[in-house]
Structure formats: C-alpha cells, structure tokens
C-alpha cells in the first residue's frame, strides 16, 4: 500500500528560526512528489520534485528530494508569522488518474 | 488563474438529510477530485473524476457518491448524512498528466457540521 508519512505533526518555533519539515515515502512507480502550503483554506502549490529535478528553491523556502532513501525535506529559513501554515507532502501513486496520496501534513507555528 | 469555487463555505446539516457539495472551476481541467480532511488524518481522496460522467472511487468512498455532468462542475452527494461525515471537504482539479505529475488548485475548502 501507498504510504507517505509526515514528521513532526506539530512544531512551534520562535520568529526568525530556521525549520526543516520531513516527508518519507514508501510508492511504487515513483514520479514526483509535492509540498504544499495550506493556510486557512485551500493547499497552495509550493514545489514539485522529481527525478530530475531533486532541489528547488524559492526565497526561505528549499526543498530537496532524496530518491534513494525515500524522503523529502522542506526546509524555511528565517521564519516569519507568516509562515505559520499546515505543510502537506504528497505523492502521485495512480498512473493515468493522478490520484495524490496526502501525508498528514506538519502544522508549523511561529510565535512573535 | 486557476479558479476552483466550492458553493459554500461552511453548512450545518442534521443527521439524515441529503447534502450536495458543489465544486466548479474555470481552466477547463480534466481531472476533477473530492477530498476530506480531519485532523490527525491529513487529506484523504474520496472520489476522483477525469472526464465527463467518468469516475473512480478514492480510498473513503463509503457514504458518498459524485456526479459529473460537466466538464467543469464535480459534485458530491452525502445521501444520508452521519455525524462522522462532520469535515472539512476539499475540492481540486488538474490536468491531465503529460509527463511529471501536474499539480492540482484546491477550492477554499466546505467546512461541514452533521448534528
């Protein structure tokens, strides 16, 4: 069965730290894998790694691909209040359909 | 822009009664999916659709069922709702994959309160 795990569930960290979020993997026929950002309402779209594309950058926020070992990092620096959002890994796992299997998600909080 | 709407926001319902969700969006996507997120749980896909009157079952489809009629509308049908179908239901499409996986735009989200 399809697995993608998030750690941790929750992390509250002061402004200004720099925090690293996991996503570990476990699908056949790998093709990609997602991070998105979800506030108070609908996940946005932040990166798509695949196995040509293993780093990706974007202001504080990187992201690295680990195909070997069947993880992804998503990593923020400098945090800031607006940050604080629920991240969710996810993972295509159905040739054709596109089904995406969700991690539980990281809920990060920044305090002041 | 992509833009996905889901036709409410939040909903109280009591237990028994027929609820229809609505989910429309306005690139001309193919793939259109149902998700529901519970604390603890993450997003959990109940029905997918990648064409008109086409669908498939997500990993929860018990309790629900979908309708497709257009392209651009997918809605979902709790035909007698539980208590345990209290969520937040979430809305997404996509296009259809023509290499590395497509991202799908999410809808604002309908938070549900079955009484």
Known sequence: EDKVVQSPLSLVVHEGDTVTLNCSYEVTNFRSLLWYKQEKKAPTFLFMLTSSGIEKKSGRLSSILDKKELFSILNI?????????????????????EKLTFGTGTRLTIIP | ????????????????????????????????????????????LIYFSYDVKMKEKGDIPEGYSVSREKKERFSLILESASTNQTSMYLCASSLPVQGPQETQYFGPGTRLLVL
């Open chain 1, 77 to 97: 620096t400098a945090t800031q209040t607006g940050d604080s959002a629920i991240y969710l890994c996810a993972v295509p796992t159905n040739f054709g359909n």
């Open chain 2, 1 to 44: 822009d992509v833009k996905v709407t889901q036709s409410s926001r939040y909903l109280v319902k009591r237990t028994g009664e027929k609820v229809f969700l609505e989910c429309v969006q306005d690139m001309d996507h193919e793939n259109m999916f149902w998700y529901r997120q519970d604390p603890g749980l993450g997003l959990r």
